[in-house]
């Protein structure tokens, strides 16, 4: 699946976007976040406080306990700060 | 005997360039004679946001989703209130003190209507719709962070 | 330390003529970068006031308690909101559908303030500046009363 | 004094303004109205609803119970149906 981020959560990971396939144990939003920050320093670091984190599935918010099955696009931002 | 429905077109962009506030207004009442009232909102970049000076703004955005986004919100509005036209735009990029934002324009047949659906539609933009801002002062650079006090306005609007 | 005293320039105008929204917002917000808000209203002549059709509207005025009534209740809005400016023309003459009757604009740094203002000032218009509508249908011609749905909306201002 | 007449208060008054010179004993614009539907039919018909009538005193809103001494202008009309 596609991921994107955002924001300094992009930032931080190094990148906007990438491929990432986790293993089928993965299967929440929050879960996610957890595989990835095991994944390296960087990744623990943009993600080192989840509950500030906002995610979408396929351009639509979604809360932590969302499940990913059939996500084409995930994405990560830091609370949105527009208009 | 049902009223007949009004047409309520709809506008949302997302673009670099800035907007010209009276061709929209234009292009929203044009040759329309049911319009009695039409709000709009423009938001600025200002120079003193939370006492530190702001040398400029640089606004980055979600494409695809963020006009997604905001059309939800654009189409939860017209469900609300009766709308005759409803516009947004956002704009993105980098922004000196001045410059425009965001313009939010609402055209109803009464004042209610169209100030209550302008006022949704900005709460939500400013809390849901995703666009960042990344701020340039003289201390250095950071990112905006998200306001209480906006959640708490983008609240208000739900139902119980 | 207080907080620097903001200039907030009033325009009020009672006039013939149309007004240019693009121009009188140019004119509150130019060289200014304390601005973060700008709330517009413009009020437009509908064809189908409350159901008769409207073939023409005119607006009659007191000219000299008008525009010091205007300018009180500006005043008021100012003392209430934080506001960095503040425009409210009003047009008499006749009037064919579609065409502008009146325009309040709000500045202020944040959206909350520019919109309420703008809200009250409108309600305020329509319920205590003395300006009176006849409307001109196929029917006949006749002066407009008064809504109570608009002194309930200007109402909900007053200090308990 | 001088009086100022608005929209249909106006039109049925017949006139837009005039000088009055009502008598010590009217104090009050009630009495004012009184008076003045006392003195002929067209005013009668003007103010036959006295209780629709607003009015204002040198440029300001009134009560129909203010006190009119040393008005300068009194204006008579309507509820407004501006904005």
Not at chain 2, 121 to 146: N, Q
Request: proline share 5%; with cysteine.
């Amino acid at each position: 699946m596609k991921v994107k981020y955002f924001a300094w959560v992009r930032e931080r990971v190094g990148k906007a976007e990438e491929t990432i396939e986790p293993p089928p144990t993965v299967r929440t939003v929050a879960e996610l976040i957890a595989w990835l920050s095991s994944q390296s320093e960087t990744y623990a670091y943009a993600f080192e406080k989840p509950k500030v984190i906002r995610a979408a599935i396929d351009h639509a918010h979604v809360k932590s306990d969302a499940a990913i099955t059939g996500a084409r696009e995930i994405a990560f931002f830091p609370p949105m700060t527009g208009g | 005997m049902t009223p007949p429905v009004a047409t309520c077109p709809v506008t949302v962009r997302i673009q670099e360039d800035d907007f010209d506030i009276a061709r929209e207004i234009a292009l929203l009442t044009k040759s329309r004679t049911d319009i009695g009232a039409v709000v709009s909102f423009s938001g600025i970049c200002r120079a003193d946001e939370d006492s530190a000076n702001i040398a400029a703004l640089t606004l980055e955005h979600y494409p695809g989703m963020a006009e997604e986004e905001i059309k939800r919100h654009v189409d939860e509005a017209i469900s609300r209130w009766p709308l005759n036209g409803v516009t947004a735009i956002h704009r993105v990029g980098r922004f000196m003190p001045g410059e425009n934002i965001v313009l939010v324009l609402t055209a109803s047949q009464h004042r209610q209507a169209a100030f209550q659906a302008a006022e949704f539609l900005m709460d939500y933009l400013k809390t849901s719709a995703p666009f960042w801002k990344k701020e340039e002062s003289a201390t250095g650079t950071g990112w905006v962070e998200a306001q209480a006090r906006d959640d708490e306005a983008a609240a208000r609007w739900t139902k119980s």
